[in-house]
């Protein structure tokens, strides 16, 4: 069973539908799940105890999870000078600390069988250094850092690491940005195109392949950066 | 067999040398533990289940996990006393 935070729209959601479309479990993590169509239940991610919960009653499943995709996150465009502290301590406790907690507290069930894939998700604010995502962009950083580490020490227990940064992806956490502002990022990509949220499916399901198997601690940048 | 028995033969399953004698004074963490550190995750997980089958969440998160004059790993002994201790506790 593969795990997957932020599972009610965007991304996530997109990910377990991809996930289930190939026959694979799919358990999903989100505040709302009122409307799942999968199994799911509801948690805060920048929770420790709603994420240690949920780890409990995974582990009282006993089903066996392969798999954790941590993309849930939370964005907001500002100046880092006019974002008020509210806002930039729930980017941070949502985007970074979320995929801590996580990854501490789902990776035990993973490391038992010596055997699963960690995926977390960056942007490609963070390598563009992007005008007004400071504190998004440093919520992200951290990830990259994390994912780093916890690579290393996750490689033990035969668990890959990896990061997806993607670029302008056409999702709700896009809203409130200008059709020309996503021209003016995806025009900063190597490949100066606007990719779709398939296009990261494909980089999931490529990271649950066996065929993958040799990346860990790894940023792949959606579009290049 | 007691707690500490108990506790004292889990430490025992992840050292190589199986003619090795698991004391108190056995250290867990630092430069002369006798696990490296995949092993001492893995010694939280068995007792994890340890602690399952005697009806308490063994919680192994401490911000002193690897402080050599702190951490419940520091020794056997200080493990088994941690884990006796949250046996009390949340029982």
Not at chain 1, 161 to 190: F, M, R, Y
């Amino acid at each position: 069973m593969i795990v997957v935070t932020g599972s009610s729209r965007g991304l996530g959601l997109a990910i377990c539908e991809r996930l289930q479309s190939l026959e694979l479990d799919v358990f999903g993590l989100a505040r709302n799940v009122s409307n799942a169509t999968f199994p799911s239940m509801s948690c805060d991610v920048s929770s420790y105890e709603e994420v240690k919960k949920v780890a409990l009653a995974i582990k009282k499943d006993g089903k066996k999870i392969s798999g954790l995709v941590n993309a849930a996150g939370i964005a907001s465009m500002n100046l880092a000078v006019t974002t008020p502290p509210n806002i930039s301590k729930n980017i941070i406790e949502t985007n970074l600390l979320g995929t801590i907690f996580c990854s501490q507290l789902i990776a035990p069930l993973m490391m038992r069988n010596k055997h699963g894939s960690i995926i977390n998700f960056s942007t490609i604010a963070v390598s563009l250094g992007l005008k007004g995502e400071s504190v998004y962009a440093a919520s992200k950083a951290g990830v990259e850092g994390f994912t780093r580490s916890f690579a290393r020490e996750m490689a033990d227990f035969n668990i890959n690491v990896n990061c997806i940064a993607p670029g302008p992806i056409d999702t709700s956490l896009l809203n409130g940005i200008t059709p020309k502002q996503i021209h003016n990022i995806v025009a900063q990509q190597i490949i100066p195109k606007q990719f779709c949220p398939d296009d990261i499916c494909d980089l999931v399901e490529l990271l649950f392949d066996d065929r993958s198997k040799s990346l860990s601690g790894q940023l792949l940048q959606v579009g290049g950066a | 067999m007691n707690i500490k028995d108990g506790v004292f033969q889990i430490i025992s399953n992840g050292i190589d040398d199986k003619d090795f004698k698991v004391t108190d004074s056995t250290p867990l963490i630092g430069d002369s533990s006798v696990l490296d550190s995949m092993k001492l995750v893995e010694l939280c997980l068995a007792l994890e289940d340890f602690a399952e089958e005697k009806g308490f969440e063994f919680d192994w998160i401490s911000s002193q996990a690897m402080s050599r004059s702190r951490s419940m790993f520091k020794t056997a002994g200080s493990l088994a006393t941690e884990f006796i201790h949250q046996m009390g506790v949340k029982k």
